[in-house]
């Protein structure tokens, strides 16, 4: 199945604390948005990449690209004023080829080829597929005044999800038509699949395949590449 990946790569960074956009800052001497799309780029299943960056850094993005020979970006476009708007953008560049679509954040540098692939795989058959991990820490319900006002006791029922995240084409276009039309903000793109009644096959995600949002996040990132490096199995 010819399968585009939609990349939002819009962020500012403002919790990482840096003054570059923060797919643009240097980890470990290369943009963080170089690693996912190098992946993207030498994997056997993605067909082409469609990335969107804040209009600004749009020539950026491109000698991003032609610096690190990613020829599977078709197009790159202007994000919006929140990632769901970036990856609407994303979808309306898709092609009439296109059969799945995978989204996946700038700001994840640690994808994998088989996560692309178990996701893929998963989404072909169940038409929706996105990774996650059970929460095995206990959650608790916190009021505005940061006292808690209850504890979830249930918690094998509750995952911390991930991206990639694949659909079938026509299935988030129009999720996120209907999103649109019906003034609804997600919190990823399943939770708009998941609002147009099409249920979200659930795999198992990668505990390395972090999201770099803070401080600690960069920190995190900088001793996985390390550890990477020194050729030890993580």
């Known amino acids: 199945m010819y399968l585009t990946a939609v990349v939002p790569a819009a962020g500012k960074g403002k919790r990482v604390g840096c003054q570059l956009n923060k797919p643009f800052f240097l980890l470990e001497g290369k943009p963080l ?3 996912s799309l ?3 780029e030498e994997s056997s299943l993605v067909n082409d990449i469609i990335l969107v960056v804040e209009e600004s850094k749009i020539l950026e993005a491109r000698r991003l690209v032609r610096k690190y020979r990613i ?4 197009e790159i476009v ?3 004023k929140s990632r769901q708007d970036s990856v609407a953008s994303g979808l309306r560049r898709i092609g009439p080829l296109c059969e799945l679509v995978l989204i996946h954040d700038g700001a994840r540098p640690f994808l994998t080829e088989e996560l692309i692939r178990r996701t893929t795989l998963a989404a072909k058959r169940y038409k929706a597929a996105a990774p996650g991990f059970p929460i095995s820490d206990t959650i608790k319900e916190v009021r505005s005044s940061s006292f808690i006002k209850s504890t979830i006791k249930n918690r094998e029922s509750f995952w911390a999800v991930q991206t990639p995240q694949a659909f079938r084409a026509k299935i988030i276009q129009k999720a996120y038509f209907r999103a649109k039309k019906d003034h609804f903000l997600g919190t990823d793109s399943a939770s708009l699949v998941e609002g147009i ?9 990668d505990p390395y395949n ?3 949002t803070t401080k600690n996040d960069l920190l995190l990132a900088k001793a ?3 550890i990477k490096g020194s050729g030890l199995n993580i």
Do not use: E, F, Q, W
Request: aromatic letters at 4%.
């Open 33 to 35: 948005l170089a690693y």
């Open 38 to 40: 190098l992946t993207l």
């Open 71 to 74: 020829s599977k970006v078709k």
């Open 78 to 80: 202007a994000g919006g």
């Open 197 to 205: 009644g099409v249920p979200v096959r659930i795999i198992k995600g």
């Open 210 to 212: 972090i999201k770099i």
């Open 224 to 226: 996985l590449l390390k």
